[in-house]
């Protein structure tokens, strides 16, 4: 370790910033060598400097006022935050809202009372088992569906109708 | 019954973040109560106003608050602090147009001449309250007349205390940039007081 090595390491060796070995062998040639011990050591006294002036400094102001304004600003960053997730929101619940009001009118024109007050037109369209389906009607069935296939069994009494005829 | 030697453990930074961004506001005011100094004292030495220093202690938080799921810990919640901090002095001194009579006079590498000294008190001046006053007095004037980027790197160095990776981290700049800035900084200094330290 020469001088012009203690020079360019100083300032690390200041920061301890160098690795172990190399902070020993600067420690070890500053104890021997009065100039660059003089040279850490004011180093030394400028980062204690800036230090204690700025540390001063900033004791002697009062920040009694930056917890308010932080919650303030804070308070607005909420508001902002819940105006933008109501309208992000908002799409979904109108589409909501829409089929809602959708269904609602389908179901209203299908349960009321024919009220015509001229003839009606009917459009009727026949399926495959209708006849089948309408010889059942008035029948004891039940109903069940199988929640994993989706499959729907109907169970017909046959001693209460006269499906075999 | 509690004992009254018993202290409450001090939540870490990153659990007062994810109480925070709950929604839990007293966490968040912990943040601001544990840091609020420090990024003051950045502030104030990178702006050397009160007004300004304050006004941006107000805004980083305000800032944090808003982008706090943005921290993603990979490094201190105050490196991000400062960060924000930092860059809010550089805007700060942008909008009162300062920086330009802020660049360095030299390229920070190379070597410079020592600029005009006032002349210090005697060695053996025994009144160390005037002789603490004008070290004062000169590093401010010295402070100021480094570019942002200097002072920067040495207000987190001397009183914040950050190792250079943290520094580099906060000034999004390579390590070896920290390093060199450091090394002309401090001689710029040591130039403005020489016959006080």
């Known amino acids: 370790m020469t001088c012009a090595d203690v020079e360019r390491l100083a300032d690390a060796f200041a920061d301890a910033e160098l690795p172990a070995p190399t902070m020993l062998a600067v420690a070890r040639h500053a104890a021997g060598c009065s100039t660059c011990d003089e040279s850490v050591r004011r180093l030394q006294a400028l980062q204690e400097s800036v230090a204690q002036a700025v540390r001063a400094e900033t004791d002697a102001l009062d920040l009694s006022g930056v917890w308010p304004a932080v919650a303030a600003a804070a308070d607005r960053v909420d508001a902002r935050r819940s105006w933008s997730r109501r309208a992000r929101a908002l799409p979904a619940a109108l589409a909501g809202a829409l089929a809602v009001a959708a269904a609602a009118v389908f179901w209203m024109q299908g349960v009321r009372p024919a009220v015509e007050s001229g003839p009606a037109v009917v459009v009727s369209r026949t399926l495959p088992n209708q006849a089948y389906i309408d010889r059942l009607a008035g029948k004891d069935l039940r109903l069940r569906r199988e929640p994993r296939s989706g499959t729907t069994i109907i169970w017909v009494n046959a001693t209460a109708g006269d499906l075999g005829r | 019954m509690p004992s009254e030697g018993l202290r409450a453990v001090p939540s870490s930074d990153w659990e007062l973040v994810r109480r925070a961004r ?12 544990r840091y609020q100094r420090r990024v003051a004292s950045l502030a104030l030495g990178m702006l050397r106003s009160r007004e300004d220093a304050l006004d941006v202690v107000q805004e980083t938080f305000a800032k944090a608050y808003q982008h706090l799921d943005r921290f993603k810990g990979d490094s201190g919640f105050y490196t991000w602090l400062y960060r924000i901090a930092f860059n809010l002095c550089i805007d700060q001194q942008r909008r009162e147009g300062k920086l330009a009579d802020l660049r360095p006079p030299h390229d920070e590498t190379g070597s410079m001449e020592p600029p005009p000294t006032v002349d210090g008190p005697p060695p053996d001046e025994p ?17 100021r007349e480094l570019t942002p980027d200097h002072r920067a790197v040495i ?5 914040q205390g950050l190792s250079y990776e943290e520094i580099s981290r906060v000034l999004e700049c390579p390590k070896g940039t920290v390093m060199s800035r450091l090394h002309y900084a401090r001689r710029q200094l040591q130039s403005r007081l020489r016959e006080l330290l």
């Open chain 2, 22 to 33: 709950e929604g839990d506001r007293d966490a968040f005011r912990e943040l601001v109560e």
């Open chain 2, 127 to 143: 009144f160390q309250r005037v002789r603490s006053a004008e070290i004062g007095q000169r590093l401010e004037q010295a402070m």
């Open chain 2, 155 to 159: 207000l987190l160095r001397e009183v």
